[in-house]
């Protein structure tokens, strides 16, 4: 057997550095509250935004499916894997999102890997945002094309590497919503700069799917830009509740990764109960606008709230809330003591973010109650006054 003795010693300077990480266990369903490691606790670490993840007619939706199409769908989708509930929900994903067809994946980041290995090649360029996902930078990484990374959200900095760009083809990637500082694209400003310059434009739209628009289409709807957007991801285990990605689009570009996406062709098909909750959460995302609406009031609710306890919550725009601390030691104690009181919001260090921005991110649900917010609130309250962060 090889030697493994480097792992001690790696996971020390880890641990040094503040940033070890260790998995905590809920007790039950994903709910608004819930038992963590035998504790009730207040759930402000979850992207289930809209409360669907433990939803009765998701249920449902997967034991009817399971009893019909049985628990796995045996191979990949190219081999024998695609099974009717597959064919059923990209339809309706397609039509829910404005697009000619849609393609499943089994999770958001096997979707940006395969479609960043996929769109672009040697001799391309990727221009991305410096706070995209790590799939994305990941699926850059791996692209084999040129990347260069433009400042968050700066769209003279996007301007400036466009002009000076004379690559073969151009793909500008963004998300839609950024995970980690709430905030939204400015996708208007990268439409009218990727038209000028002839690039593409691809959106991760994972924390803004059945969230922003007037629907809960995304970013796109959001702002009154369906149609003009080359290709969409998103997930199904977020504001849908269940698991797994689809990428939307043109007809060509679905059926070009059907022939081309390693990450789709290479992979087991996700279970089709799986795509029966996604079905079952989608017509509860079109014939429930009141979740969505309880979701952003709950959102202004606890901002307000922050913003007069004088925390620092950055650029967010969304139901995502960064309470932006910077220390990694003193963003942990936070972290532990809000626990103690009964407050799962969870501390995020490098690299999941910039050196020296370690943060509580706090993410709200429709499904929270005032109740709920408040027990937080005076949470964050009693610990941001313990350790001086207000």
């Known amino acids: 057997m090889g030697d493994l003795i480097f792992l001690s010693a790696a996971l ?39 409360g669907l993840a433990a939803h009765t007619l998701l249920q449902k939706a997967a034991i009817q499916t399971l009893e019909r199409y049985g628990c796995g769908a045996g191979a990949s989708r190219s081999i024998s894997g695609t099974m009717e509930p597959h064919r059923v929900l990209e339809e309706r994903i397609a039509d829910f999102k404005g697009c000619e067809a849609a393609l499943l994946f089994s999770s958001g980041y096997m979707a940006n890997l395969g479609l960043l290995t996929t769109l672009v090649q040697e001799g391309d360029l990727i221009v991305s945002d410096e706070f995209n996902h790590a799939s994305i930078v990941d699926g850059c990484r791996l692209s084999r094309a040129e990347v260069w990374i433009y400042r968050h959200r700066d769209i ?35 439409r009218e700069l990727a038209d000028q310059y002839g690039a593409m ?35 199904l285990g977020k504001a849908l509740g269940g698991f797994g990605a689809y990428v939307t689009g043109s007809r060509d570009l679905i059926d070009y990764l059907i022939n081309r996406c390693r990450t789709f062709l290479y992979t087991t098909a996700p279970p089709p109960a799986i795509a029966a909750m996604a079905l079952a959460a989608l017509d509860i995302v079109a014939r429930e606008p009141q979740r969505r609406k309880n979701l952003w009031e709950n959102t202004s609710y606890f901002k307000e709230g922050l913003e007069r ?21 003193l963003t942990m104690e936070a972290d532990h003591r809000l626990m103690a009181r009964g407050v799962f919001v969870q501390g995020i260090r490098p690299p999941t973010v910039p050196p020296q921005s370690s943060r509580l991110r706090a993410s709200i649900m429709a499904t929270h109650t005032k109740k709920d917010l408040d027990y937080a609130l005076e949470g964050l309250r009693k610990v941001g006054k313990e350790l001086n962060l207000i």
Do not use: W
């Open 201 to 235: 434009v691809m959106v991760d739209d994972a924390h803004a799917t059945g969230v922003l628009g007037h629907g809960g289409r995304g970013t796109v709807e959001h702002f009154d830009m369906m149609g003009r957007v080359e290709v969409q991801m998103g997930t």
């Open 156 to 190: 003279d900095h996007l301007e400036d590497l466009l002009k000076r760009s004379s690559h073969r083809r151009r793909l500008i990637v963004t998300d839609g919503v950024f995970s980690m500082e709430g905030d939204i694209a400015p996708l208007p400003a990268i």
């Open 309 to 329: 306890l004088g925390f620092d919550t950055g650029m967010s725009e969304t139901p995502i809330c960064p309470v932006l601390i910077g220390d990694n030691s």
């Open 12 to 50: 020390e300077e880890i641990k040094e550095q503040n940033l070890y990480r260790r998995l905590r266990t809920i007790q039950g369903a994903q709910s608004a509250t819930v038992h963590l490691e035998g504790k009730k606790v207040v759930l402000l670490s979850s992207n289930d935004y809209l």
